[in-house]
């Protein structure tokens, strides 16, 4: 079974920035094979995409996080990252890593299908 787990949330004032890592494993599971993406939830709302690299390491941004997010991966380390600046109050979510067997291939952002794959989430919250 693929396993994704997330780190470097935390607690941040507005205009600071943090970078949140998604660290890939399962035996016999190739991370090059996999569109990787991160998506958010805030509780009672539907879960918002944020960002997918395939691996070319070709991105795709939501229009809310163009320009402010970055989303990168690191396939020596089998690792996912999104640099996250500029952060407002309205960031404040459980943000989760995204895996889908695609082929290495991206289409939607995340969440993506019933095979998807995700992390248990860590929480990033923004102070005015």
């Known amino acids: 079974q693929v396993r994704l787990v997330e780190s470097g949330g935390g607690s941040v004032q507005a205009g600071g920035s943090l970078r949140l890592s998604c660290a890939f494993s399962?035996?016999?599971?190739?991370?090059?094979?996999?569109?990787m993406g991160w998506f958010r939830q805030t509780p009672g709302k539907e879960p918002e995409g944020l960002a997918n690299i395939d691996e070319d390491d070709n991105a795709r941004y939501a229009a809310s996080v163009k320009g402010r997010f970055t989303i990168s991966r690191d396939s020596t380390k089998n690792t996912l990252y999104l640099q996250m600046n500029s952060l407002q109050p309205e960031d404040t979510a459980m943000y989760y890593c995204a895996a889908d067997p695609t082929g290495g291939r991206c289409g939607p952002l995340p969440p993506f299908g019933r095979h998807e794959r995700r992390g248990q989430g860590t929480q990033v919250t923004v102070s005015s």
């Open positions: 399962g035996s016999g599971y190739h991370y090059s094979n996999y569109c």
